[in-house]
DNA sequence: CACCAGGTAGATC
DNA sequence: GATCTACATGGT
């Protein structure tokens, strides 16, 4: 159960959470896309698109390539536990995310402490380029989409499908549609006749979803993973 | 020991 | 342009 206040409910989680979005709407508009659509949803109703805070997502998405999700988790608990502030919370301890100024004074060496592999030097290289001005995250937020993804893609370790997720669960890009592995095969599997270029499947995705490409990509990440379609 | 994991950069043709 | 491969670490 969680417990907060008003003030922190409307300030913090109602936007966090997404619970102002019609969700029922979004997925009765996906169900008349096709039964696929209706299978996935079936088994991801209550599935949400979180409104992340823009730098972990960035940190987050560039430690997630080439990774698999238990230690994509243990990679940033280990960043937050080596760099983070300490906080005491109702009995518990907690880490904040470090922000861009405290990983762009550390060293790869001392980034080794989070083990994040070859991923490490895209961290710094991030860091890096949000505190010397190469990377405005305010300015991002007002971009276009298209000028926004080239902003984040000029960084070394984001390419494209991390940044897609960066549009998507940082900036609130919901026409963003991230093309990872598992959505690679459902699509492959459901839409097409064996293997597509990524290419290929993003220009679908964008035709068959539109605006809702990103809630759509969820309810098939899901859908995937839950059928383990390929693994 | 081989192969894979919410990919990307750099080299090569 | 499109394709090939190394990349760190940990699990199966």
């Known amino acids: 159960m969680l417990y907060t206040s008003k003030e922190d409910f409307d300030g913090i ?11 029922g709407a979004i997925k009765s508009r996906l169900r008349q896309n096709d039964e696929i659509m ?34 994509i988790k243990g990679i940033i608990e280990r960043l937050c536990e080596a760099f983070g502030d300490r906080i005491e919370y109702r009995g518990n301890t907690y880490y904040s995310f470090p922000d861009a100024e405290t990983i762009n004074a550390l060293s790869l060496s001392d980034l080794a402490v989070i083990r ?13 380029a949000v505190v010397n001005g190469d ?17 984040l893609m000029s960084v070394k370790g984001i390419g494209n499908k991390v940044s897609d997720c960066i549009l998507l669960f940082g900036l609130g890009r919901a026409d963003s549609f991230p093309v990872d592995v598992w959505i690679k095969r459902i699509m492959e599997y459901c839409y097409f006749d064996g ?10 995705a964008e035709n068959k979803f539109g605006a809702l490409g990103g809630y759509a990509q969820q309810y098939l990440f899901f859908y995937a993973r839950e059928n383990k379609i390929g693994a």
């Open 195 to 204: 293997e597509q270029p990524i290419k290929v499947i993003s220009e679908f």
């Open 135 to 151: 990377l405005s995250l305010d300015t991002l937020r007002s971009m276009p989409t298209p000028e926004a993804k080239k902003a």
């Open 13 to 23: 989680w109602r936007h966090f959470l997404d619970l102002d979005r019609d969700y």
């Open 38 to 71: 209706r299978s996935a949803i079936g088994c991801g109703e209550g599935i949400r698109i979180l409104n992340q805070e823009l730098w972990e997502t960035v940190v987050s998405f560039i430690i997630s390539a080439s990774n698999n999700i238990p230690r």
């Open 116 to 128: 994040a592999g070859f991923r490490d030097k895209y961290i710094k290289a991030a860091a890096e």
